[in-house]
C-alpha cells in the first residue's frame, strides 16, 4: 500500500474548493485507490460528492492535519503547509480559543479582536521577560522581548515592522510593543522618558489618524519610530526616541468620503470649543471641511476626553501653553478658511455672469476670522484667493481666478497648513523625546499602512502599495535568508529554494521610464494632464509583464502587485504629485504677526533617516526648524514631487531595514462590521495573501517545515519500532531507525545536529502509523480485558446467585416458622385484648357517669346561686330606690316650707318698714339726726384755714424756683463755657505734648526712661494706695459679715455636736480607745523606720560601708540599676502588715484614717527634711548669682513699665493693668528662683570638678609619683562619688516604694470606709431620722477634712518625687562628667606607666547594662553588623548583637544621655537600611531580620506598655527604661523589619524563580526533557531549565532542596516559627503564580497528562511543608495550582458544569476559561463543544456575583504579602549576658 492509499484511507479528513467559506471540510466515504478517476466524498454540511481527479493522482484534494497539529502556536509546525490548514488553524485558535497571536515561522500574526483582551498588563509584560521566543503563548511581548534581547546580547540595532489594512491594529500592536520596551528599558513605573515615548501616542493619533469605513482609528501616515538605548553596565536602558513619517494623507483635510471623518484634532476642537471662545468655534456640522463625511461621531468615544488627553500629552511632551494655544488657533484659522464662501461674479451693469472670476465679499464673517487668528491681513488673503500671478520674461500677470480655481486655492492652502503643522509637531516631538545624548543602539518600530485596494483607487493608494512591494521583497530576502542558515546550522544538504521576487513589479514603478518617471515627467510639462499621462503609460509601460491597460478607455490602468491586481484611477494623479501651492498665499502667511506661522511656512522638508544613517549622531525628525534665517523657497522647476520624496525616503527606510535584524508583525482584520471574534474566511485569506503569511508558508513548504527535536521525537513515536531498534543512551540513532523504517524516500527527511526534518506530509503520515498501530494494540488491550471483566462478571454473578439460592431457602423456613409463632401469640395476645378492652370500656363508661354527675351537680348549684344572687340584687335596688324617693319627697316638702316662711318675712318687714316710715317724719326723730352735723362744720372750717396758710407757703417757694431755674440756666451756660475751655486746653495740653514728645526724642533716652519710670511709679503708688484703702474697707465689711456667719455656724455647729455627743457618746469613747491603741502600734513602726533609716543613711554616706553592690550580692533579687525593691529586711509586726481594718463602727473609721494620714504627713515631712539636707549643698552659691539675677530683672522691669505706660497711653482699664502686673510679678519672681537654683547647681557641681582636678595634671613635669597620686586619688573620688550616688538612689528607690505601698493601702481603707457607711445607712433606715442626718453631716465632714488632709501628701509626694528626678538627672549628669575627666586623665596618662598595673574585674553584680562612648558607635556597628559573619552568629544566642544594642540603650538610660541613645538608634537603622538596599547574602539579610524582631519586642518588654509588661519577673520590672520613650522608634524598626522582609523575599524568589517551572510544570520522574508534540522549538532554555543542575536529581527535589536549605538557615539563625511560617507562606505563592501563569501562557501543555505532574508535585511539597510542623495555612496559596491540576484532569460534559465550578473555588472566571480554551484534547478525548464553554461561562459568572468579575488570568508575582510582627517574651536575664572576647568588642564595651 503506497503513502497516498494510506493517507486517503475511508473516514480521512480533507479540504475541498467551497464559493463562500472558500475551503470546506469533507470526509472520505471510500479510500483511494491508485488510478481511479473520482473520490467519494461527504462534507461538514452532510451532502455527498463526488470530486474528479486525475489518472496520476496529482490533483488529490489537500488533506487535513491530524487533530494534535490543529490549534498549534506556529503555522510553520503543522504537517500540511497549504492554504486551507493555514486558514483552519487560524480560525480555531481565533473564533474557538479566542487566542488572537499566532506565529508563522518569524512572522507574528495578530488578529484583530474587537474587543479588549487581558493580555497587557504589567503581570504578562514580567510573564515575558526573560523567556524566548516560543517558549510562552504567542504575543507582542514575546516578540519585543526577542529584540530586546538581541540588543542586549549583540548590541545591534533591530526593527519590527507593523504592516496591514485599515482597521486591523497596526497602531495598537506598536504602542504595545513600545510600551514593552518603556517598560524593560526603564522600569513598570512609567519615568520621564517613558512618559514621553508613551505620550506621544495621542499626540500623533489625534493629528495624523482620522475614521475611515474599514476603521474608526486608521493612521493616515507611516511613522518610524526609533526607540534608542544606551548600555549601562551591560543593561539597556531607554535613553529616548526619535520618528520618522511618511506620506501624510493631506486630500483628506479638505474631502472626506461618504461615512468617513477627517483628523480626529478638528472634531476634538469642536468638542471642546467652550474652552477656547476666542475661536468663534460652532458644532462639526457647520463647517465644510467636517460635514462631508456625515459620520461626526464615533462610538464610545467621547471627543472631549480625547483632547483633554491631547492638551495632556502635548504638555508633558514639552509644548508650552503658548504653542498649544498657537497650534488650536491655526486649527480653527483652517476649519474657518474652508467655510469662505466663493460666489459668482455678475459683469457690471448687467446680469451677465463673469465665469472666468468670482467674488468673496468683504463682510465674509470667516475670513475675518481665519484674518484673526493666522494673524494675516484678511484683504491680502481675499485678494489672493481671487487672482494668480502668472511669472513673464520682465512682468508679473494678474489673472482671475474662477470659482474653481478659487476653491482649489483654498483646499490647497489648508492642505499646505496642516501639512506644515504636522511636520512642526513632530519636529517638537523629536526634541521632546531626544535629549541629544551620543545614540548607542536602536530598536525601530514601524507603523505602515498595508496593501490598500478600493473600488477607486488614487495616488495615495499607488504611493501605499509601492511601499508595501518593496518591503515585501525586503521581508521575502529575509525569511529566505533565515531559512537557509537553519539548514545550515543544523548541517544537512539542501538545494537552494525558489521564492516569489517582486523586483520585476518594483522595475515597473522605479525604473526609467517607468511609472514615478513618467508621472514626474507630466508634472514638468506645461500642460500636462492625467489622459496624456495614462496614455504614455499605455504607450510606454507595456512591456512590463506586471503592467495591463484597460479594455475600454484611458482613464485608467492596472498594475499586478504581489498580492492582488489592483486598477488605478488616472484622474488626480498628477496634481497630488505636484501638490501645489499658491506662491502668493504662502507668502502671505509668512508675513503673518504670529511667531508659530512664520515658523511653520518656512519649514524644509528633508529626510531625516538619510541623515541618520550618514551622521549618527544627528537625530531628529523630519522637519528642520529654522526661525531666524528665512530659507530660499526652490524653484518651480527644480522642487521634487511628492512621488519623487517618497521614492527617496522609501529607498532610505529600506536601507536602515537591511541595516537592522528586522521582525514582522502581520496585523489582519477578521471582518468589517467590527463584531467581536467574527470570522469572514474571504476578507483574511485575501489579507493572508497580501502580507505574505502565505509566501512564508510556501517557502517553508519548498523545504522541510516539520521539524523535532531528538528527545520530542523519541517520546512520541517510540512506539513505531521494537524495544531492540531502541536505544535511551542513543536516541538520535533510536529516531533514525523509526524514520527509516517507515519513509523509504529519503528526500523526505533530514537528519540535523539537534533536530529531524520533514518534508510537508510527513509528519501526518507518521502519525497515521501511529494511529493504526495505537488503535491496533488497544484493541487487543480492549479484547483481553473485556474477556477479564466478562469472566469475572460470571464467576461473581454465579457466587452471587447461589448464595441467594441458600439465604432464600433459608429465608422461606424461617418464615413459616414465625407464622406459627404468630398465630400461637396472636391467640394470646387477643385474650389479653378482649379483656383490657373491656376494661376500658367499663372504666370510660363510669368516668362518664361520673363526670355527667358532676357537671349536672355543678350546673344545679350555679342556677341556685345565680337565683339567690338576682334576689339579693333585686332587693338592694329597691333599697336605693324607696331612699331615693323619700329623698326626694323630702326636698320638695322643705322647700315649699321655706317659701311659706319666706313670705311670712317678707310680709312682717314690709309691716315694719311702713311703721318706721311714719316715724321719721317726726321733729324728735329729725333732732337726733342732725345733732353731730355742727361739730363736723367747725372741724371742717378750721381745716381749710390751714390749708390756706400752706397754700400761700407754696405760692412763695414757687417764686423762689423761678429764681432757681434762672440761676441754673446761668450755671449751664457757664457749664458750657467751661467744657469748651477745657477742650481748649487739652488741645493745648496736646500741643505741648507733642512739643514735649520732639523735645523728649532730642534728651538722652535714659534720661527719658528714669523720669517717665518715676511718674509711672508715682501715679502708680498713688492709684494703689487708693486701692488698698477701698480694698481693706471692703476685707473689713467681708470679714464683718464672715465673722456673723461664724459666729451663726459656730452656735449652731455646738449645738449639733452637742446633740451628737449625748447620742454617741459611748461610742465615740470606745472608739477613741481604739484609736489610741492604733496610734502607739504605729508610733512604734514609725520609730524602727527612723531608726533603719538613720543606720542606712550613715552607712551609705561612709567611704569604707557596704556599697549598694555589696547589698544585691547577698540579695540576688535586687539586681540592676533603677531599682524599686528595699534591700533592708526590717522587722515588722506581723499582725500589722495582715492586719485587716474593717470596724463595724463607721465614726471609728474616720478617727483611724484622720491618725493616719497624720503620721503619712509627719513620715513625709521628715522625708522632705533630708531632702533639704541633701540639697543645703548647693545653698552657698545662691546669694553670689542673687546680684546679676537682680540686675537682669532690673532690665526686665524697665522694659515691662515702658509696655505698661505705653498701655496707659492707650487706655487701658486700671483692672486689668493690676492682674497684668500681678501676673508678670508672679511670674517673674519664680523664674528667678528657678534660675538662681539651677546655675547655683551648675556652679557647685562645676566647683567640684574642678576641684577633683589634681595640680599634677596640669604640669607637664617627669614626676611620676605625683601624677600617680594625682590619678589614685582621682579614682578614690570617683568610687566615692558613685557609691553615695547610688546610695542615695536606692534609699529614694526604697522610699518611693514603700509610700506608694502606703498610699494604696489608704485607697482601700478609703473604700473600705465608703462601704461601711453605705451598710450603716441600710442598717439604721427604720432609725430616728433627725439622728441619722446629724451622723450624716458629721460623716462627710469628716470626710471631706480626710481626703483634703490625703491631696496635701499626694501633692507633697508628686514634689519629692519630681525633686528625686532632678537628683537623679544632676547624677547622671555628674557621673557623665566625671567619666570624661576620667578619659582625659587616661589619654594624659598614655605616655607613662601610670595605668599599667590596673586590670579589668569582673563585674560582681552586673545590671545589665553595657558601658560605651558616644565617639565609639561606628566602630561599634561596624563590628556588629558588617564584619559579623554567619558562621560567629551560629555560635551564638540568637539575636545576640539585639541583646547588646539593647543593654547600650539602657545605659543611654541610666545616665539620660538622650543625644547618645538618638545617635544609636538612628545609626542602627541607618546601617541595616544600607544593608538591605545593596547585594547581600541570604544569611545575613536572614540575620539582621532575627535581630531587628528581637530588639522591637525587647523595646516592648523593657517599656512602659502595660500589654508587654505583664509577663515581665520583678527583676524585668526593675530593668524597665525610665527616662526615654522609644516609641517612635519602635515604629522605624518595625518598618525596617518590614523592608527586610520584603528584600529577603526577592532575593529568595529571584533564587527559586528559574527551578519552579521545571519543577512544576515538567516532572523528571514521568517524563525527561518533554516538549509539545510537534511544536517547533525557537529555544532550548525549557529543555535545560528542565533537566537537573550538575546531575543534582529532578528538579522538583532541587526546589524541595533550596526550601529545604532556607528552613534549615532560619531555624539555624533563631528565626521564629511563626515568621518562617510567613515566610513560606509567600515563598509557596510566587512558586504557584509563576507556575500558573507559565501554565496560562502556554496553551501547548494544557492537557491531562499536566495535571498528573502537577498533583505530583504539589503533594512532594505539601509533604515537605507538613514534615516541618508548618501549620495548613501555609499551604493556602497552592490551592489555586491544585485546582488547576484537578481540572485538567476532570471530565468536559455538559454534566459536568457544576462540578466544575465547585472545584475551582480559588480560580477566576478567567483562569478557568482560559485553561479549557487551551485544553489539548488526547487523541480518544471528547471534544470540547461550545455549548459547554457557554454553559461553563454562564455558572461561573454567577457564581461571581457578588465579587467584581476580572478578565486577568495571571497572578501578580510581585505581590508581597504584609509581614506581621508579634511581640514574643524573652525569658533571658540580661545581667546573665557576657560579652564574647571573638567579637572584639571589648575595648568599646564595658559590662556594668
Known amino acids: 500500500m503506497s503513502s497516498e492509499e494510506m493517507l486517503y484511507a475511508q473516514g480521512a479528513k480533507i479540504w475541498i474548493p467551497h464559493v463562500e467559506q472558500v475551503w470546506e471540510s469533507a470526509t472520505l466515504e471510500e479510500s483511494y485507490r491508485r488510478g481511479a478517476g473520482f473520490l467519494k466524498i461527504c462534507t461538514e454540511s452532510g451532502s455527498l460528492k463526488e470530486v474528479k481527479l486525475k489518472a496520476d493522482g496529482s490533483d488529490l484534494p489537500p488533506l487535513r492535519n491530524p487533530a494534535i497539529l490543529v490549534g498549534q502556536n506556529d503555522l510553520t509546525t503543522l504537517s500540511y503547509l497549504h492554504e486551507p490548514g493555514v486558514l483552519h488553524n487560524l480560525r480555531v485558535r481565533f473564533c474557538e480559543r479566542q487566542i488572537i497571536y499566532t506565529y508563522c515561522g518569524i512572522i507574528l500574526v495578530a488578529i484583530n479582536p474587537y474587543a479588549e483582551m487581558p493580555l497587557y498588563g504589567p503581570s504578562i509584560i514580567r510573564a515575558y521577560r526573560g523567556h524566548a521566543m516560543g517558549d510562552l503563548e504567542p504575543h507582542i511581548f514575546a516578540l519585543a522581548e526577542e529584540a530586546y534581547t538581541k540588543l542586549e546580547r549583540e548590541n545591534c540595532n533591530l526593527s519590527i515592522i507593523v504592516s496591514g489594512e485599515s482597521g486591523a491594529g497596526k497602531t495598537v500592536s506598536a504602542k504595545y510593543a513600545m510600551r514593552y520596551f518603556a517598560a524593560v528599558g526603564g522600569s513598570e513605573s512609567e519615568t520621564q522618558v517613558e512618559r514621553k515615548v508613551l505620550a506621544s501616542s495621542p499626540i500623533m493619533e489625534a493629528f495624523g489618524n482620522a475614521k475611515t469605513t474599514r476603521n474608526d482609528n486608521s493612521s493616515r501616515f507611516g511613522k518610524f519610530t526609533k526607540l534608542l538605548f544606551r548600555n549601562q553596565m551591560g543593561v539597556m536602558y531607554l535613553q529616548g526616541a526619535t520618528m520618522h513619517t511618511y506620506l501624510l494623507e493631506k486630500s483628506r483635510v479638505v474631502y472626506q468620503a461618504q461615512g468617513e471623518r477627517n483628523y480626529h484634532i478638528f472634531y476634538q476642537l469642536c468638542a471642546a470649543r467652550a474652552k477656547y471662545p476666542e475661536l468663534v468655534l460652532d458644532h462639526q456640522d457647520k463647517f465644510q471641511f467636517l460635514n462631508m463625511g456625515c459620520a461626526p461621531d464615533i462610538e464610545r468615544v467621547s471627543d472631549a476626553d480625547q483632547f483633554n488627553e491631547t492638551v495632556q500629552a502635548m504638555t508633558v511632551l514639552g509644548f508650552s501653553i503658548q504653542q498649544i494655544a498657537d497650534i488650536v488657533k491655526i486649527l480653527a484659522g483652517i476649519l474657518h478658511l474652508g467655510n469662505i464662501q466663493v460666489s459668482k461674479k455678475f459683469n457690471e451693469g448687467t446680469e451677465e455672469e463673469d465665469t472666468d472670476s468670482c467674488e468673496i465679499f468683504h463682510n465674509d464673517i470667516h475670513l475675518q476670522i481665519t484674518g484673526d487668528l493666522l494673524r494675516v491681513s484678511a484683504e491680502d488673503l481675499r485678494r489672493w484667493l481671487l487672482m494668480r500671478k502668472i511669472e513673464s520674461v520682465n512682468e508679473y500677470v494678474l489673472i482671475p481666478n474662477s470659482i474653481e480655481a478659487a476653491q482649489a486655492a483654498r483646499d490647497a492652502l489648508a492642505k499646505h497648513i496642516y501639512a506644515k503643522l504636522f511636520q512642526y509637531i513632530v519636529g517638537v516631538l523629536n526634541k521632546s523625546l ?23 483607487n488614487s495616488f ?41 521576487d517582486n523586483q520585476p513589479c518594483i522595475d515597473l514603478i522605479e525604473s526609467r521610464l517607468g511609472v514615478l518617471d513618467l508621472l514626474d515627467e507630466e508634472c514638468r510639462m506645461p500642460k500636462g494632464s492625467d489622459e496624456s499621462w495614462a496614455g504614455k503609460l499605455i504607450g510606454k509601460c507595456s512591456k512590463f509583464p506586471h503592467f495591463e491597460k484597460p479594455r475600454f478607455g484611458t482613464t485608467s490602468f492596472f498594475i499586478k502587485h504581489f498580492s492582488d491586481t489592483v486598477e488605478y484611477d488616472v484622474n488626480g494623479f498628477l496634481e497630488k504629485n505636484r501638490d501645489t501651492v499658491s506662491k502668493e498665499l504662502t507668502q502671505v502667511l509668512s508675513e503673518s504677526n504670529m511667531s508659530l506661522v512664520k515658523q511653520v511656512m518656512t519649514l524644509e522638508e528633508i529626510d531625516t533617516l538619510s541623515v541618520d544613517t550618514a551622521k549618527s549622531s544627528t537625530l531628529g525628525g523630519r522637519v528642520v526648524i529654522s526661525a531666524g534665517r528665512k530659507q530660499v523657497v526652490p524653484s518651480k522647476q527644480h522642487r521634487k514631487t511628492v512621488g519623487s520624496q517618497f521614492q527617496e525616503s522609501l529607498a532610505s527606510l529600506i536601507s536602515t531595514l537591511h541595516a537592522t535584524t528586522p521582525h514582522y508583525v502581520r496585523c489582519i482584520k477578521p471582518n468589517d462590521d467590527k463584531i467581536a471574534f467574527k470570522w469572514e474566511t474571504a476578507k483574511i485569506i485575501q489579507q493572508l495573501r497580501a502580507c505574505g503569511v502565505l509566501e512564508t508558508v510556501r517557502i517553508s513548504a519548498a523545504g522541510f517545515p516539520s521539524r523535532w527535536l531528538y528527545p520530542d521525537f523519541y517520546t512520541r513515536y517510540q512506539l513505531l519500532v521494537f524495544r531492540s531498534k531502541l536505544d535511551k543512551n542513543d536516541m538520535k540513532q533510536s529516531c533514525q531507525n523509526i524514520v527509516m523504517k517507515w519513509i523509504q524516500d529519503e528526500d523526505k527527511y533530514r537528519f540535523g545536529n539537534t533536530q529531524i526534518f520533514f518534508r510537508a506530509g510527513q509528519v501526518a503520515f507518521l502519525e497515521q502509523v501511529r494511529a493504526n498501530l495505537r488503535k491496533k494494540y488497544i ?32 429465608f422461606l423456613a424461617r418464615q413459616r416458622v414465625q407464622k406459627m409463632r404468630e398465630a400461637r401469640a396472636g391467640l394470646i395476645l387477643s385474650k389479653y385484648a378482649r379483656g383490657w378492652l373491656c376494661r376500658r370500656r367499663y372504666l370510660r363508661l363510669r368516668h362518664s357517669i361520673f363526670g355527667i354527675q358532676t357537671y349536672a351537680r355543678g350546673m344545679m348549684a350555679r342556677s341556685k346561686f345565680n337565683a339567690m344572687r338576682d334576689h339579693y340584687r333585686a332587693v338592694q335596688i329597691q333599697r336605693f330606690v324607696r331612699g331615693a324617693l323619700a329623698r326626694r319627697a323630702y326636698q320638695k316638702r322643705r322647700r315649699n316650707i321655706i317659701i311659706c316662711q319666706a313670705a311670712i318675712r317678707r310680709f312682717l ?84 505734648e507733642a512739643l514735649n514728645k520732639q523735645l523728649e526724642a532730642e534728651r538722652d533716652e535714659k534720661m527719658q526712661l528714669l523720669e517717665e519710670n518715676g511718674h509711672a511709679q508715682e501715679e502708680w503708688l498713688s492709684q494703689k494706695q487708693t486701692w488698698r484703702l477701698e480694698n481693706e474697707e471692703l476685707r473689713r465689711q467681708i470679714d464683718e459679715i464672715i465673722e456673723m456667719a461664724k459666729n451663726a455656724e459656730v452656735s449652731q455647729r455646738t449645738q449639733e455636736d452637742r446633740m451628737l455627743a449625748e447620742i454617741d457618746n459611748r461610742e465615740l469613747n470606745e472608739a477613741y480607745q481604739r484609736a489610741i491603741k492604733d496610734k502607739e502600734v504605729i508610733e512604734t513602726e514609725n520609730y524602727m523606720l527612723k531608726e533603719e533609716l538613720s543606720r542606712l543613711t550613715a552607712g551609705s554616706f561612709s567611704l569604707h560601708g557596704r556599697k549598694a553592690s555589696n547589698a544585691s550580692s547577698q540579695n540576688e533579687d535586687d539586681v540592676g540599676y533603677a531599682s524599686a525593691k528595699n534591700t533592708l529586711d526590717i522587722n515588722r509586726p506581723p499582725d500589722l502588715l495582715s492586719k485587716n481594718y474593717s470596724y463595724n463602727d463607721s465614726t471609728s473609721l474616720v478617727v483611724k484614717l484622720r491618725a493616719i494620714l497624720e503620721e503619712e504627713k509627719q513620715k513625709h515631712k521628715n522625708l522632705q527634711e533630708q531632702y533639704l539636707k541633701l540639697a543645703s549643698r548647693h545653698k552657698p552659691t545662691e546669694d553670689s548669682f542673687r546680684v546679676s539675677e537682680l540686675e537682669v530683672e532690673n532690665e526686665k522691669l524697665r522694659s515691662e513699665y515702658d509696655q505698661l505706660r505705653t498701655s496707659i497711653k492707650h487706655g487701658v482699664e486700671i483692672n486689668e493693668l493690676n492682674a497684668q502686673h500681678a501676673a508678670l510679678q508672679e511670674e517673674v519672681r519664680r523664674r528667678r528662683e528657678e534660675c538662681i537654683q539651677l546655675k547655683a547647681v551648675l556652679l557647685q557641681q562645676s566647683q567640684s570638678i574642678r576641684s577633683l582636678e589634681p595640680e599634677s595634671l596640669q604640669l607637664r613635669g617627669n614626676d611620676v609619683n605625683e601624677l600617680m597620686e594625682a590619678f589614685q586619688s582621682q579614682k578614690l573620688i570617683n568610687r566615692q562619688l558613685e557609691s553615695e550616688l547610688k546610695a542615695i538612689t536606692e534609699e529614694h528607690n526604697s522610699r518611693l516604694m514603700e509610700m506608694t505601698q502606703e498610699i494604696e493601702r489608704l485607697n482601700n481603707e478609703k473604700d473600705e470606709l465608703q462601704k461601711v457607711i453605705f451598710e450603716s445607712i441600710d442598717e439604721f433606715e427604720e432609725a430616728n431620722v433627725d439622728t441619722l442626718k446629724q451622723n450624716d453631716r458629721y460623716l462627710r465632714r469628716e470626710l471631706q477634712n480626710a481626703v483634703a488632709q490625703y491631696l496635701v501628701v499626694q501633692e507633697e509626694l508628686k514634689l519629692a518625687n519630681a525633686k528625686l528626678k532632678a537628683y537623679r538627672q544632676d547624677g547622671g549628669q555628674l557621673e557623665h562628667k566625671l567619666e570624661e575627666e576620667m578619659s582625659r586623665n587616661k589619654a594624659n596618662g598614655t605616655s607613662t606607666d601610670v595605668g599599667a598595673n590596673v586590670t579589668k574585674q569582673k563585674s560582681q553584680n552586673p545590671q545589665g547594662l553595657m558601658k560605651f562612648h558616644s565617639s565609639d558607635l561606628d566602630k561599634i556597628l561596624q563590628r556588629l553588623l558588617s564584619a559579623l559573619t554567619p558562621r560567629t552568629v551560629v555560635g551564638l544566642l540568637p539575636g545576640f548583637p539585639a541583646y547588646l544594642i539593647f543593654m547600650c540603650i539602657r545605659y543611654t538610660d541610666l545616665t539620660n544621655a538622650d543625644d547618645d541613645v538618638r545617635e544609636l538608634l538612628s545609626k542602627f537603622v541607618i546601617q541595616i537600611k544600607k544593608m538591605h538596599r545593596t547585594p547581600h547574602p541570604i544569611e545575613n539579610r536572614v540575620i539582621w531580620l532575627v535581630n531587628s524582631i528581637t530588639l522591637l519586642n525587647l523595646l516592648k518588654q523593657y517599656g512602659d506598655v502595660e500589654e508587654y509588661v505583664k509577663f515581665n519577673t520583678e527583676k524585668q520590672n526593675q530593668q524597665q527604661l525610665k527616662n526615654f520613650n522609644l516609641f517612635e522608634y519602635r515604629r522605624v524598626i518595625l518598618d525596617l523589619i518590614v523592608n527586610l522582609y520584603q528584600a529577603l523575599i526577592m532575593q529568595i524568589q529571584g533564587l527559586l524563580d528559574p527551578k519552579i517551572v521545571p519543577a512544576i510544570l515538567n516532572n523528571d520522574e514521568i517524563q525527561r526533557g518533554r516538549q509539545a508534540h510537534g511544536m517547533r522549538s525557537r529555544a532550548t532554555s525549557i529543555g535545560a531549565a528542565s533537566s537537573p543542575e550538575h546531575g543534582g536529581g529532578p528538579a522538583w527535589k532541587q526546589l524541595i532542596g533550596q526550601l529545604e536549605h532556607f528552613y534549615k538557615q532560619f531555624q539555624h539563625f533563631g528565626l521564629d516559627n511563626c515568621y518562617a511560617e510567613q515566610i513560606f507562606h509567600q515563598l509557596l505563592y510566587f512558586i504557584c503564580a509563576v507556575a500558573l501563569n507559565c501554565l496560562m501562557l502556554r496553551g501547548d501543555i494544557c492537557m ?73 484534547l488526547d487523541d480518544y478525548e471528547s471534544e470540547i463543544t461550545n455549548v459547554f464553554l457557554e454553559k461553563l461561562t454562564k455558572e461561573l459568572n454567577a457564581r461571581q456575583t457578588q465579587k467584581s468579575i476580572s478578565d486577568e488570568f495571571t497572578i501578580d508575582q510581585k505581590f508581597i504579602q504584609p509581614f506581621k510582627v508579634v511581640f514574643r517574651y524573652s525569658d533571658i536575664k540580661l545581667e546573665d549576658i557576657e560579652l564574647p572576647s571573638h567579637l572584639n568588642l571589648d575595648e568599646f564595651l564595658t559590662k556594668i
Request: charged residues 30%; glycine residues 4%; hydrophobic residues 35%.
Open 1648 to 1720: 491531562w497528562e499536566t495535571g498528573m505532574i502537577i498533583r505530583y508535585n504539589i503533594g512532594c511539597i505539601e509533604d515537605w511543608v507538613r514534615s516541618k510542623k508548618m501549620s495548613n495555612d501555609v499551604l493556602s496559596p497552592l490551592a489555586p495550582l491544585n485546582q488547576v491540576s484537578q481540572l485538567l484532569q476532570s471530565r468536559k460534559s455538559e454534566q459536568d458544569v457544576q462540578t466544575i465550578c465547585d472545584l475551582c473555588t480559588s480560580l477566576s472566571t478567567a483562569q478557568v476559561l482560559k485553561v479549557m480554551k487551551s485544553y489539548k
Open 909 to 992: 318687714a314690709r309691716r315694719k318698714f311702713k311703721r318706721m316710715k311714719a316715724e321719721a317724719k317726726t321733729i324728735s326723730h329729725m333732732e337726733n339726726k342732725y345733732m353731730g352735723l355742727e361739730n363736723k362744720i367747725i372741724s371742717m372750717q378750721q381745716r381749710i384755714d390751714e390749708l390756706n396758710r400752706d397754700n400761700s407757703n407754696l405760692k412763695h417757694k414757687t417764686s423762689e424756683i423761678s429764681v432757681l431755674k434762672m440761676k441754673l440756666e446761668l450755671k449751664k451756660t457757664l457749664e458750657g463755657e467751661f467744657k469748651n475751655v477745657k477742650a481748649a486746653c487739652q488741645d493745648k495740653d496736646k500741643l505741648i
Open 434 to 456: 531626544n535629549n541629544g545624548s551620543k545614540q548607542c543602539s536602536f530598536i525601530g518600530v514601524l507603523d505602515i499602512y498595508g496593501f490598500e485596494t478600493f473600488e477607486v
Open 779 to 810: 484493541t487487543i488491550v480492549q479484547s483481553v480485558v473485556r474477556r477479564f471483566i466478562y469472566r469475572r462478571r460470571f464467576l461473581r454473578l454465579q457466587m452471587v446467585i447461589n448464595g441467594i439460592q441458600r439465604h432464600a431457602r433459608g
Open 460 to 500: 495615495e493608494q499607488f504611493c501605499i502599495n509601492y511601499a508595501n512591494e518593496k518591503l515585501q521583497q525586503q521581508f521575502n530576502q529575509h525569511v529566505f535568508k533565515l531559512e537557509q542558515e537553519e539548514y545550515l546550522k543544523e548541517g544537512i544538504t539542501w538545494t537552494m529554494i525558489d521564492f516569489y
